[in-house]
């Protein structure tokens, strides 16, 4: 494979077998135990580490762990405990208002549907996105700054924008991928081609992908 660059279904194909060859099984990085508790965990990853969350969660769930107890708790005392994930005045409102509107709109069960997630409050495209696929195994996939990242070095987007990047993904990879391969992108962008480690020219997708490339893949930020 090396000498030429890869055409891009070569690419495609190449990027595939290479994740599931290394990332055969895709636990969800979040501790979760329900719907509820995973759109709370996506919520609190912005900006944050999935370690910290995880990390933060269990003092969180001790407090309420379903919309109807968590309406009940000030926002004072869910912002204290959220605190260590970052934006906690912003993340502690969301969570209570969107548990009050999932009690009072939605009999206390998180939709299973993408245009009522996002309208709740805290929750964007790609929060919404994870919950659809995560939770309840519709296909769909969420970008983060990883899949956006390693999109752009592969290839495979002009990278525009995050929705762009969403939007070529779907288009080059089978539906029934998405789900795992969007977890896997994530743990190969965290293991093998980091924003600092590989610069499109260091991590064997990458090299493979592009042998003759020299200089560094700038990538636009999402």
């Not at 969350?53 to 969180?60: C, H, I, K």
């Not at 996002?118 to 964007?124: A, D, F, S």
């Amino acid at each position: 494979m090396s000498g030429k660059n890869l055409l891009k279904r070569e690419r495609v194909a190449f990027i595939q077998q290479k994740l599931d060859q290394l990332y055969p099984e895709t636990p969800i990085p979040l501790d979760h135990k329900d719907p509820y508790t995973l759109l709370v965990a996506v919520l609190l990853s912005a900006q944050c580490t999935d370690e910290r969350v995880n990390q933060v969660t269990p003092s969180l769930w001790q407090l309420a762990d379903n919309p109807a107890d968590m309406a009940q708790v000030p926002v004072e005392k869910i912002q204290e405990v959220i605190r260590p994930c970052g934006l906690s005045p912003q993340k502690s409102r969301a969570i209570s208002r969107l548990s009050q509107i999932l009690v009072n709109e939605y009999h206390g069960q998180v939709p299973e549907n993408m245009a009522a997630l996002e309208t709740l409050p805290g929750v964007g495209h790609k929060t919404a996105s994870v919950v659809m696929s995560q939770a309840f195994g519709h296909p769909a996939f969420p970008v983060d700054t990883h899949i956006h990242r390693l999109a752009q070095r592969w290839g495979l987007t002009s990278g525009k924008n995050v929705a762009q990047t969403e939007k070529d993904l779907k288009r080059l990879f089978p539906r029934e991928h998405w789900n795992k391969l969007h977890l896997q992108i994530i743990f190969y962008g965290r293991e093998y081609c980091t924003a600092r480690g590989c610069d499109g020219t260091v991590c064997e997708i990458c090299t493979t992908c592009y042998p003759n490339r020299k200089k560094p893949k700038k990538t636009k930020k999402a």
